[in-house]
């Protein structure tokens, strides 16, 4: 039996890991929800406290990713790797600098969403690639990460 088909330690199949990363994006898609129904309502107090739930949600997920995931992945795919934390970098840069907008009530429904369709691309190239590297890999190495996203 390959390493990968083994469980873990608490009894995790290899095929839960891809389905945790993939409840935490569902997660985080609802939470997108949330932000653009706030900001269509024109609800500027539930817009700032969506956007501080979404930037403490993106953080945990992305530390975790590059925590977990990203120094394993980079010795197979070195050059998707780097696409991938250059991604977080970027996100993370007009994470905060939209929140900032948020907070003072500058930031429009259409920079929100073109911002939220930015994760929504991201995501989707997590889901194809790193999500099903790590469901074929991981096995015993997968519960820290899923433990970290279950924090």
Do not use: C
């Amino acid at each position: 039996m390959a390493a990968w088909a083994l469980l873990s330690l608490e009894g995790m199949k290899p095929i839960e890991l891809k389905q945790r990363m993939l409840a935490d994006h569902r997660r985080l898609e609802s939470l997108f929800t949330r932000v653009m129904d706030a900001f269509d309502a024109n609800a500027r107090e539930d817009t700032q406290a969506l956007w501080t739930e979404l930037e403490y949600g993106l953080e945990r997920h992305f530390r975790a990713e590059e925590k977990y995931l990203f120094p394993k992945f980079s010795q197979l795919d070195a050059t998707e790797t780097a696409g991938l934390q250059a991604e977080h970098a970027l996100l993370r840069r007009q994470l905060q600098d939209l929140g900032v907008g948020v907070d003072l009530k500058l930031v429009k429904a259409d920079v929100a969403k073109g911002f939220i369709d930015m994760l929504r691309a991201h995501a989707s190239r997590e889901d194809a690639v790193l999500y099903r590297w790590a469901e074929e890999s991981l096995g015993h190495d997968a519960k820290p990460l899923v433990d970290a996203l279950l924090r």
